[in-house]
């Protein structure tokens, strides 16, 4: 069983940043994909951006150059932290990985950005 704990996020207001923590329970951690994604009021959940084992990163058109996603692999946890934030980003963001073809997920954290 993999635990993921999140922690941070709140409200800003637009242009503001925040920086969102994902603690994983799981010995692999430092082999595992991780991947952030958000639920905008509404909608469904979409992937935001995604880090590899190794470190590489991948992140989808509307928060290229705005959100970084980072792992620090001590202390099992993986990072996203978000600049330039507009209301539009305002949602529920969740952490999430992958341990043998079973999906875990963080419990959710609400992010709110004011005009």
């Known amino acids: 069983q993999v635990q993921l704990v999140q922690s941070g996020g709140g409200l800003v207001q637009a242009g503001g940043s925040l920086r969102l923590s994902c603690a994983a329970s799981?010995?692999?951690?430092?082999?595992?994909?991780m991947a952030w994604y958000r639920q905008l009021p509404g909608k469904q959940r979409e992937w935001v951006a995604g880090i590899t084992g190794g470190g590489s990163t991948n992140y989808v058109d509307f928060v290229k150059g705005r959100f970084t996603i980072s792992r620090d692999n001590a202390k099992r946890t993986v990072y996203l932290q978000m600049n330039s934030l507009k209301p539009e980003d305002t949602g529920v963001y969740y952490c999430?990985?992958?341990?043998?073809?079973?999906?875990?997920w963080g419990q959710g954290t609400q992010v709110t950005v004011s005009s």
């Open positions: 999430k990985t992958t341990v043998f073809a079973t999906n875990y």
């Open positions: 799981t010995n692999i951690f430092s082999i595992n994909g």
